[in-house]
Each structure stands twice: as C-alpha cells, then as structure tokens.
C-alpha cells in the first residue's frame, strides 16, 4: 500500500525559511516523479515544483521560481521542498504527489498517489 507523509509546515514569518518533507512508502520511489502542490483559502489546487525520477529534471511555478527548491533523497525515499524567502501568499496546505514512470507535470490529475497535505501559514 502507497502511502505518502508530509511535515515540516508550520507558521513562519514574511522572510523566513521552512523545508518540507515528504517521506513515501510501499511504492517503487526512485522510478516515480514527485511534485509539491498547494492549495490556498478560496482557490485551486496549485502546481508549485515536480522532479523527475531523472533528478536533473525539475521544474517549478513562476511564482517560486528563485525561492524554493526541490530535491530527493532516493535512499531515504524523501522528497523535499526547501522553501525560502516566505511571502504571505505562500500560505497553503501543501501536499505532495508521486507520479509512476513519469518526469513530473503540472497538473495534479497525473499523479497517481497524494498525501493528506500540511499547512505552511506565512504571517506579514
């Protein structure tokens, strides 16, 4: 059974730094692409970064680009997301996704598998 596990959230503020992790089981990891997405009060489901299972492959949001960075960590089966330079608008539940085989993408329909997500609220 898959099963992926964010933490890290929590409250920070306006400047600050938070690293998130998502530790996955039960699932082939170094062969899935993972993403990070969010979803803030009163909007969609956003795409915020994605590396491939090739880990030269990342990709990000324009509006983190410069500010946040993904990696994995294929031993420990973790992907993390290094965020940087909070704003406000940052704040979201943040989950993450892994996508089979795949080279990450924007859009969360592709990802087969989620995690309950955890909160990352930015104050002013």
């Known amino acids: 059974q898959v099963q992926l596990v964010e933490s890290g959230g929590g409250l920070v503020q306006a400047g600050g730094s938070l690293r998130l992790s998502c530790a996955a089981s039960g699932l082939t990891f170094s062969s899935n692409a993972m993403a990070w997405f969010r979803q803030a009060p009163g909007k969609e489901r956003e795409f915020v970064a994605s590396?491939?299972?090739?880990?030269?492959?990342?990709y990000y949001a324009d509006s983190v680009k410069g500010r946040f960075t993904i990696s994995r960590d294929n031993a420990k089966n973790t992907v993390y997301l290094q965020m940087n330079s909070l704003k406000p608008e940052d704040t979201a539940v943040y989950a993450c996704?892994?996508?089979?085989?795949?080279?990450?993408?924007?859009?969360?329909?592709?990802?087969?598998?989620w995690g309950q997500g955890t909160q990352v609220t930015v104050s002013s």
């Open positions: 996704a892994a996508q089979a085989y795949g080279t990450g993408s924007r859009y969360p329909n592709e990802y087969y598998y």
């Open positions: 590396i491939s299972w090739d880990p030269r492959r990342t």
